[in-house]
């Protein structure tokens, strides 16, 4: 058997863009060959699925998952929402879903067993790419637990059962009454998906993220020329405004329109308390590629 060098490895890799250990088994499987590696690798479907996995996925679709006292939330994209609509897709982000229930992360989630073929979720979502023609990525996956209460989940612009383009869940800690608890947790990720609130309280809003503001709303304030003193005092003026626009507890209820959120959670026989929420919504943070409709008819026809 040949000698599998890094060299050929490599090579293998800038034709392909095929990960290093795949490149390595295709090599290992063709004693050395770069040309019999590449059909290898393509009859494989990772060639063709690793080009893909360089192109940028920005839509696809939010879902949600609950189980008694654990609720899960995942981003799981694609190139178009043509394939976001494609109903082997949406089974593919069900399956996802299902399993990330016992998944700590993403990393976590793409090693767990999708059937007792023990295929791995990475090596399928492999095989889709190849097969649909498009990238798929499993972008982010997160939970959260409660000890007493509910944990409540909406989904807006939903396109199938617990899948979107925004997903909230949120965990509220009480011993009030559970049909009541329910109802109002359904409103709370209702109002969450809407404001997007950057955190529960005051107190827990990041410490960088709150200086950032602060500094912003003071160089804001000083432009108006006036002594340092009326400055300071619209700062703070500011920075209630912003409290009441970007932290949940300060926000107005949407549902009604004049209620605070902390004063909806004492409405109930017995105080709630909001543990946790995670809102997602569809390609947040994902620079999406612009793209020359010149150029794209040119590269169509060349």
Known sequence: MSEITASLVK???EKT??????????LKENNGDIEASIDWLRTKGIAKAAKK?????????????????IASIIEVNSETDFVARNEDFQNIVKK???LSIESESVDDLLEKKLDEEGISVKEYITEMIASIGENIN????????????????????QVADGMGK???????????????LEDLGKKIAMHIAATNPISISIDNIPEDVLEREK???????????????????????????????????????????ESK???????????????????????EGIEKKGEDFANEVDSLIS
């Open 166 to 180: 925004i997903g909230v869940i949120v965990g509220l800690e009480s011993e009030s009454n559970k049909e009541q």
């Open 261 to 283: 959120i902390s004063d909806i959670l004492n409405s109930l026989d017995k105080p709630v308390k909001i543990k946790e929420f995670i809102r997602m919504g569809l390609g």
């Open 138 to 157: 499993l972008r982010r996956a997160n939970k959260i637990s409660i000890t007493n209460g509910v944990i409540s989940s909406y989904i807006h612009s």
């Open 11 to 13: 090579e293998l890799r």
């Open 96 to 98: 996802l879903s299902t």
């Open 17 to 26: 863009g095929v990960g290093m250990m795949d490149c390595k088994t295709a």
């Open 215 to 257: 500094n912003i709303l003071a160089e804001e304030a000083r432009e108006s020329g006036k002594p340092e003193e009326i400055i300071e005092k619209m700062t703070e003026g500011r920075l209630k405004k912003y409290y009441q626009e970007s932290v949940l507890l300060e926000q107005i209820f949407v549902v009604d329109g």
């Open 53 to 69: 996995e360089g192109r940028i996925a920005s839509e696809g679709l939010i879902a949600v998952e609950s189980v008694e006292n």
